[in-house]
Structures are given as structure tokens and as C-alpha cells.
């Protein structure tokens, strides 16, 4: 069944608007003639997106699922309905797994992961009543693949992927797509402002190889896509028309995934520590 009527207008429901990739992704619907319910914690950082037609900017906090019902009522009551799910908000945890608290994980968690499950669980009755819509879940190469001092970011990636995947068996009967977006690094402020730490006490054990990851990690930025490319992959996502389920977008991530390939698990485990400076550690 096609996920998206083409007579009508279409509208497109964004977490994370605010900035970076969501922005992009609001632009370029918007600049495709679609409706765009443009949402984001704090509508006070619209910026441009208040003054474009056809644009509903709306308050929206995945962790919050008051929120999360308010926007995507909004969004019915203007546009009448919602052809495309773009769940895009989210943010990097870095540093040592054995260093996080129990409130950061869960921050980490409620936000990448219990977000996407609650704008998806209060979206679904509408796309089933209208006979059809498209979610794309903005996961990352980080979902498919690790690197250094990611582990419960990678955690939180790698929940939406399978997360994603498995969706497709139950909603496909109702005409309902879920595809996912792998990008690699993107310019965004996602290492800036975007980011939480698990970590800071420089005496700690793991010091030295934190410092060795984040000059490292500091050193990989120049290759980054910008937002308006990654925002590309996700509106193909939206309306290519087809299964595929899986997007990855950009040089970087196409080059790890390529080398995860081609290696068994100790190989590239070691290749990547390697290149961020933990070559000490045995991959045995
Ligand atoms: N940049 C990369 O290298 C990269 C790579 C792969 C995947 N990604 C993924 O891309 C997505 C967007 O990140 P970005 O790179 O565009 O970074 P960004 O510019 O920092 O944007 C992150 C967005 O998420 C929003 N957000 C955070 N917590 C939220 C919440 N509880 N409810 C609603 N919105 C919330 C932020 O809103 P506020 O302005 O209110 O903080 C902001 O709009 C994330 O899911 C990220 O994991 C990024």
C-alpha cells in the first residue's frame, strides 16, 4: 500500500526543530510544499520557521508526554492530518560507561529512546484512521557501529534501530512505514551544546584515554555533512515510496560501515582503538 497519498497535501510532524538537523529537515519539507508542524521545547527558538506559510511551529518535548499529545493535536486541528513522523530530537552522551550516573542514562534514555516511543505510540491512531504515514526515526551510524566512549549513546542508537526494523512487521498491514536515518558526524551542535559527559574527574583512570578520544574525536569534525544534507536523506526517506528502511547518509559513516564489513568483531574493535589512541589494549 502507498504509505502516502499524492493528491492531497502533505504534512510532516519534527521533533527537534530548533536547530541543526531538524531545522534543516523543516526547511526542506517546507521548501517541498509540505505542511510542516516544525516542534521544539522551546518555541521561542523558531527563528525563521514562524514566519514561513505553512509552517506550525509548536511546543514539544518528547520526554514529556503532555507535550507530545498537545503538538500532534495542534498539528490535526490545522492540517488534518499527518503524513510523515520525523523523530529527530536527541543528544550525544560521551565519556566512560562506569562513570555515569544513573540520572544522566536515564536523561540519555527518556530523551533518544522513551522519546521516540512516545511521539510514535500517540501518532499511530491517526496514521491508522487516515489509512497510511511514514515514520523516519533520525538513529545514527553510532546505531550501527560503535566508537570510543559512546557506549550508552550507542545503546540509545542501537535501541531505535531494532526498534525501527521491528515496527515495520506490525504496521505494515495499516499502510504504515518505519525507515530509520544513519547519518555520520553532521554540523550541527550536537558536540556542542547537545552534549553531556559522563565524565570529570581528570585523576580518574580512564583520564588519559578520555583525552586520547577527544582530541581524536576533535580531529574527525572536518569531514562532517552539513545539516541540509543529512535533512535530504531524511526527506528521501519520507518520499521515496519504497521498503527501504535503512538510510545511511555520509562519507564517514559509509567508510566505517564499509571497514566493519570487511573485518571480524576483534579486528575492527582493535582498528578503531587504534585510531583514537588505545592501541594499548589487547583486542583479545
Ligand atoms: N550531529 C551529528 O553528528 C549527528 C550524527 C548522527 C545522529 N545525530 C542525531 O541527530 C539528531 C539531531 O541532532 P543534531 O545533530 O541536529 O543536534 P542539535 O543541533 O543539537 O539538535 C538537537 C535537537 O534535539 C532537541 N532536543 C533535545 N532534547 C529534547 C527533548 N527532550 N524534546 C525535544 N527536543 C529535544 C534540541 O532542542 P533544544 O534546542 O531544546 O536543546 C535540538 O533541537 C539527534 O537525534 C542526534 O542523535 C546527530
Not at 493535536?73 to 543528544?91: C, P, S
Not at 504496521?171 to 518505519?178: C, D, K, M, N
Not at 581528570?202 to 583525552?211: E, L, T
Request: hydrophobic share 45%; net charge neutral.
Amino acid at each position: 500500500m502507498n504509505a502516502i497519498d499524492n493528491t492531497t497535501p502533505k504534512t510532516v510532524l519534527i521533533t527537534g526543530c530548533s536547530s541543526g538537523i531538524g531545522r534543516a529537515a523543516a526547511h526542506r519539507f517546507a521548501q517541498a510544499g509540505w505542511r510542516v508542524a516544525a516542534t521544539m521545547r522551546n518555541t521561542g527558538d523558531a527563528g525563521d520557521l514562524a514566519e514561513l506559510p505553512n509552517v506550525l511551529v509548536h511546543a514539544l518535548d518528547v520526554t514529556d508526554q503532555a507535550s507530545v499529545k498537545a503538538a500532534i493535536d495542534a498539528t490535526l486541528a490545522r492540517f488534518g492530518r499527518i503524513d510523515a513522523v520525523i523523530n529527530n530530537a536527541g543528544f550525544g552522551l560521551f565519556g566512560p560507561f562506569e562513570t555515569a550516573s544513573d540520572a544522566v542514562i536515564e536523561r540519555q534514555f527518556n530523551t533518544n529512546v522513551f522519546g521516540v516511543f512516545n511521539v510514535i505510540r500517540a501518532v499511530l491512531p491517526a496514521l491508522r484512521s487516515q489509512g497510511g504515514g511514514v515514520i523516519v526515526n533520525v538513529a545514527s551510524v553510532g546505531g550501527l557501529t560503535t566508537l570510543p566512549f559512546n557506549s550508552l549513546y550507542h545503546a540509545t542508537k542501537y535501541a531505535v534501530v531494532g526498534f525501527t526494523e521491528g515496527l515495520n512487521h506490525e504496521l505494515a498491514q495499516f499502510g504504515i512505514r518505519a525507515k530509520f536515518v544513519a547519518p555520520g558526524g553532521v554540523s550541527t551542535d550536537f558536540a556542542g551544546r547537545s552534549l553531556s559527559v559522563t565524565f570529570a574527574d581528570q585523576n580518574h583512570p580512564y583520564a588519559a584515554s578520555v583525552a586520547k578520544a577527544m582530541e581524536a574525536w576533535g580531529s574527525r569534525r572536518g569531514g562532517y555533512a552539513t545539516p541540509a544534507q543529512t535533512a535530504e536523506a531524511i526527506f528521501t526517506a519520507a518520499t521515496d515510496d519504497t521498503a527501504q528502511v535503512r538510510y545511511v547518509c555520509g562519507a564517514d559513516a559509509e567508510s566505517l560501515l564499509a571497514t566493519r564489513a570487511k573485518l571480524d568483531d576483534a579486528g575492527y574493535l582493535q582498528l578503531v582503538r587504534q585510531s583514537f589512541g588505545l592501541d594499548a589494549q589487547s583486542a583479545t
